[in-house]
């Protein structure tokens, strides 16, 4: 199996500053420099982690461990401050729902947006847009303005555009929690069989029991570093031992 | 981990660094997704208001009725039997200067405001981000259209007669300034994700720019006043020569005796124009993709 990511000794920083005013750094400097107006913590540190194709990985971790940040250097989102991070394909996550649905635009024109910026080219959405459809369950509303949409319908069809979108690597990030429940096992039904046609996916989620289901392998991040490399039960374990 | 550093190599064929962009290049191949985002803009900027796209001609056409009874009539530029030192269609001069300059005003505005009012994409979804502000050049562009359509029938109605030449360098003269505008607000746009000041110093950049150049006045008053050396200054800002194309291909055809364009205008000072407008962009192009790595965790 090739390698589908492949990350080398990642290091990220973040730079917390107080201030942005003009006020605060002058009388920081008539002070002598007294105290940071900055504060830099390690988001990652040192992470390495190859992950070959077709292979299903659950990021896990508590708050603030790093692993959103460490999915946002696979998607291109975030740049390493050093180290490599390299794919092969190209990667359509499910950030966030709807980030790149416009609110007041409808259902057909959000598709077309969205899937564009999802990195589709026209021809695909229109040969995928039935079936986009069809897997969001919106139906007749599909020509409705976003807005009016509830939010599971907001929901479903972020994520048949997402699907549809024919990626290499699939990233989510905590978005199944949402969501009735036939809509979840359609969901991961779609997600068995995405991965089942060889694509690599990525998992963030606290949900350990949709983990269990999805991923073989689990990674614990502990303060930006992988403290547990294993399989996704091990990592649940190593969790729960705290 | 489950690869060993030495497999490492030899599978490395294909893989490559997410989140690098080819900058301007980049949003040539994206093309379709630039049409969805000017059309999306386009459909929504005037959505829940009345009078819609009218807007776009109401504004200029009541700025433009401003400035011709305060600057025309009252502070005497129109040309009259009582003031022959003015300039003759008066009205025509404004307007075909004032379109441009809005155009200007807008594309830069927006353009500089683009990346962090897309800030909610741009932090989740990687995609190449000098979409943003293109787009936001080619709404205005688009917006710019209907005036346009407004002067033409204006310039016809008083008996317009232009030239290829001087249709040709009215093209030259939007291209100068649409690309000074992209350069800029690829600029400003990537400052303003760090210090929000620069809008504000685009702002006020704006109000300078609509008197930099021969929009209101003739550029004789500069050279009368400030003499030649400033002449060459104000020539080198691209709007003025952006704006005298448009006084070339507009104005000067329904004026029957005017002062005519600034001396070896076509052959030196539009040249000129375009290599600033030029530099400007590759200027504008190399800071923005400095910048852009970090946007994600600045915004």
Partial sequence: MPVSIDIDNLDKRFVMRHTRSIKESVLWLLKGRRGDLSRKFSALEGVSLTIQQGETVALLGFNGSGKSTLLKHISGVMLPDAGTVRIRGRVAGLIEVGAGFHPDLSGRDNVFLNGSILGMTEKEIRQQFDSIVEFSEIGEFIDTEVRFYSSGMYLRLAFAVAVHTDPDIFLIDEILAVGDEPFQKKCLAKIKELNEAGKTLVVVSHDFDMVRKVCERGVVLEHGRIVQDGTVSEAIGHLRAG | ?299
């Fill in chain 2, 1 to 299: 981990m489950t690869a060993g550093s030495s497999s490492r190599d030899d599978d490395a064929v294909g893989l490559v660094s997410p989140g690098h962009s080819a900058g301007l290049r980049d949003v040539v191949g994206s093309r379709f997704l630039l049409k969805l985002l000017v059309d999306k803009e386009i459909k929504v900027r005037y959505r829940g208001s009345v009078l819609g796209l009218l807007w776009s001609y109401v504004k200029p056409a009541v700025q433009f009725v401003v400035f011709y009874i305060a600057l025309g009539i009252f502070l005497g530029l129109e040309q009259s039997e009582r003031n022959p030192a003015g300039l003759p269609n008066y009205a025509i001069y404004l307007f075909s200067g004032i379109v441009l300059i809005n155009f200007f005003t807008e594309a830069l505005s927006n353009a500089s405001r683009s990346i962090v009012t897309n800030g909610g994409l741009i932090k989740k979804i990687y995609l190449p981000r000098q979409l943003f502000p293109v787009s936001a050049i080619w709404v205005s562009g688009i917006h710019f259209l209907p005036q346009m359509v407004i002067l033409v029938v204006a310039c016809l109605l008083t008996g317009w007669t232009p030239s290829v030449l001087q249709l040709g360098t009215a093209v030259l003269g939007f291209l100068i300034v649409a690309l000074l505008a992209t350069g800029l607000g690829l600029i400003f746009g990537a400052v303003n994700v760090y210090f929000r000041d620069a809008e504000n110093f685009v702002d006020m950049l704006l109000m300078v720019a609509t008197w930099a150049s021969p929009v209101l006045y003739a550029w004789t008053m500069v050279r009368d006043q400030l003499g030649q050396t400033a002449l060459q200054i104000y020539l080198l800002n691209p709007l003025t020569i952006g704006v005298e194309s448009f006084h070339f291909a507009f104005w000067m055809p329904t004026a029957e005796q005017t002062q005519g364009l600034p001396p070896s205008f076509l052959s030196v000072w539009v040249p000129i124009g375009l290599v600033v407008s030029i530099l400007v962009v590759l200027l504008g192009q190399l800071l923005f993709s400095r910048l852009e790595g970090r946007f994600a965790q600045e915004l």
